[in-house]
């Protein structure tokens, strides 16, 4: 939230959008303005969607954020940072976007029910750059990437 006072991270990827399989590659850059101890410069890849629930006994709508997937990398250990760069390389695993459960049945009354109270949207998929600070506000960067299937 705060942590944009004690300066930014830069979050530069080669390109936006991938096919499962593919790496992503990119460079985080620390931009501070003053040295900061932190416990770890960590990257994420991560996706998230948003859930529609319906209330049965009063039949309103609620929605919730659930992660679907994460992926976390260390770039850098505990220590005190200032202004440096770390290059990335992240695999997307091959099968992400078209996992299905495997009982079909159930995939199927999955599929019902969502159409019924609204269930799950679209994934979205991020990269984030995290200076984990203790006792303080974290620096991060979020970039939303395309993923498609092969």
Known sequence: MFGFLKGKILV????????????IKGRTILKLKKPV?????????FGERTVSHRSISDGRRTSSTERVYEFEQDL????????EEYDFEISIPKNLIGAKPENETLG??????????????MT?????????????????????????EQ
């Open 108 to 121: 199927m009354a999955m599929n019902i029910g969502s159409a019924l109270i609204g269930g799950p949207s």
């Open 124 to 148: 979205k998929w991020y990269v984030e750059a995290v200076l984990d600070v203790p006792k303080g506000f974290d620096v991060s960067k979020r970039v939303q990437v395309t993923i498609t």
């Open 37 to 45: 101890s932190a416990r770890r410069l960590k990257l994420v890849f």
């Open 76 to 83: 850098d250990i505990e220590k005190e940072y200032l202004n």
């Open 12 to 23: 530069n990827l080669e390109k936006n959008s991938f096919v499962s399989g593919e790496k």
